[in-house]
Antibody, heavy 121, light 107 residues
Framework: EVQVLESGGGLVQPGGSLRLSCAVS????????LTWVRQVPGKGLEWVSD????????HYADSVTGRFTVSRDSSIDMFYLQLNSLRAEDTAVYYC??????????????WGQGTLVTVSS | DIQMTQSPSSLSASVGDRVTITCRAS??????LNWYQQKPGRAPKVLIY???NLQSGVPSRFRGSGSGTDFTLTISSLQPEDFATYFC?????????FGPGTKVDIK
């Protein structure tokens, strides 16, 4: 069974930085993409970023472009989301999830339990 | 960006009820539509992918249908563990976008 586990959240001041980690275990294939989705508690889901199976392609939401960077270390099945120039509106629970795919369709499964990022002075 | 809307935003239902949630995309997305269930304090869980495919392990009372711009999630007989919030998500274009959610609670 594939499992993902986020870590690295916490309290940070506006303008600060944080690195989130996502550990993947149980994957039988090393070729899979991963996505980051965030959710303000009690609100909806916002896609943030993803990284392709080969690690060569990355995408970002307009709201985080230029401030967040996604990366992976395939040798240890670890993914990272570097959050820079943080703003109060970045406060949210950040989830990582595997990008499952079949015949050009893709969906997010499984998800981690989430890690809370709070940006406040 | 493709905008997703859902209706209703919330509903109250009883155990055994048939529940229908609709999702509409702002442009045609073929069948690139997924449904997720989220319970309080938990991560979302995929129920349906590619509009009508039941994820392994998900009870058969969940059914997805639709194509193009209009989609439906139907729960044929609501069970106590189904009280949750349901989100649709389009995976046709980047960025992927989610609907605002439909909260299903107990009548």
């Amino acid at each position: 069974e594939v499992q993902v586990l986020e870590s690295g959240g916490g309290l940070v001041q506006p303008g600060g930085s944080l690195r989130l980690s996502c550990a993947v275990s149980g994957a039988t294939s090393g070729i899979y993409g991963l996505t980051w989705v965030r959710q303000v508690p009690g609100k909806g889901l916002e896609w943030v970023s993803d990284i392709g199976g080969s690690g060569g392609s990355t995408h970002y939401a307009d709201s985080v472009t230029g401030r967040f960077t996604v990366s992976r270390d395939s040798s240890i099945d670890m993914f990272y989301l570097q959050l820079n120039s943080l703003r109060a509106e970045d406060t949210a629970v950040y989830y990582c999830a595997i990008v499952a795919d079949y015949n050009s369709f893709n969906w997010f499964d499984p998800w981690g339990q989430g890690t809370l990022v709070t940006v406040s002075s | 960006d493709i905008q997703m809307t859902q209706s209703p935003s919330s509903l109250s239902a009883s155990v055994g009820d048939r529940v229908t949630i609709t999702c509409r995309a702002s442009q045609r997305i073929s069948s690139y539509l997924n449904w997720y269930q989220q319970k309080p304090g938990r991560a979302p869980k995929v129920l349906i992918y590619a509009a009508s495919n039941l994820q392994s392990g998900v009870p058969s009372r969940f059914r997805g249908s639709g194509s193009g711009t209009d989609f439906t999630l139907t729960i044929s007989s609501l069970q106590p563990e189904d009280f949750a919030t349901y989100f649709c998500q389009q995976s046709f274009g980047t960025p992927s976008t989610f609907g605002p959610g439909t909260k299903v609670d107990i009548k």
